[in-house]
């Protein structure tokens, strides 16, 4: 299947900082990209969709001032976390489509102290 | 954004045993039904899909079988073996949006 790779993997950061996460399709290019969230023991839940050369279109009752992203090629989405808080500690999963199917990145896990 | 359920959340097989998870839907524009397999600290990996044109798709130890009447699919692994034990999440999409509404997942624990 096709690769999708995320970074980094893990990253704590301070209360009020910004993180940035980072996907890319390494085999293919993806004009549309996929960015989840997925709390302990629980579903993944859509954030957002990200467009290639495009706004972000967010899902209902994610702020998209808080959570941005930016898919400036066709091989590569970021979503950053700004001001990050405690409760926005969580599994973060990007995902890329082929004409077949959509692939997932591994995962970051962003811990907020 | 609610419209994939999921059943049972848990599950325990023995060893050889087959491991069954249901899924239904109520989107009738969902057209495209993957399952996926996510290990602890992972992102989910795609085990098999199948598009509602057909009502049986294998591959190796994994089935998914559609009812396109009922909106209901489920995912079959046969002979079960302890490296099976993960979570698995069935997911529904339509070909417009691309965006897939995933089920609640199901813990599956594969005893030796």
């Known amino acids: ?113 | 954004q609610q419209q994939v359920k999921q059943s049972p959340q848990s599950l325990i097989v023995q060893k050889g045993g087959i491991s069954i998870i249901n899924c239904a839907y109520e989107n009738t524009a969902f057209d495209y039904f993957p399952w996926y397999q996510q290990f602890p600290g992972k992102g989910p990996a795609l085990l098999i899909a199948i598009r509602p044109d057909v009502s049986e798709k294998k591959e190796g130890r994994f089935t998914i079988s559609f009812n396109k009447s009922a909106k209901q699919f489920s995912l079959h692994i046969m002979d079960s073996q302890p490296g099976d034990s993960a979570t698995y999440f069935c997911a529904a999409t339509s070909s417009n949006t691309g965006k897939l509404i995933f089920g609640q997942g199901t813990t599956l624990q594969v005893k030796p």
């Open chain 1, 1 to 113: 299947g096709a690769v999708v790779s995320q970074h980094p993997s893990r990253v704590i950061c301070k209360s009020g900082t910004s993180v940035k996460i980072e996907c890319r399709s390494l085999d293919f290019q993806a004009t549309t990209m996929f960015w989840y969230r997925q709390f302990p023991k629980q579903s993944l839940m859509l954030m957002a969709t990200s467009n290639e050369g495009s706004k972000a279109t967010y899902e209902q009752g994610v702020e998209k001032d808080k959570f941005l992203i930016n898919h400036a090629s066709l091989t590569l989405s970021t979503l950053t976390v700004t001001s990050a808080h405690p409760e926005d500690s969580s599994f973060y999963i990007c995902s890329a489509r082929t004409l077949k199917a959509a692939f997932f990145g591994q995962g970051t896990r962003l811990t907020v102290v």
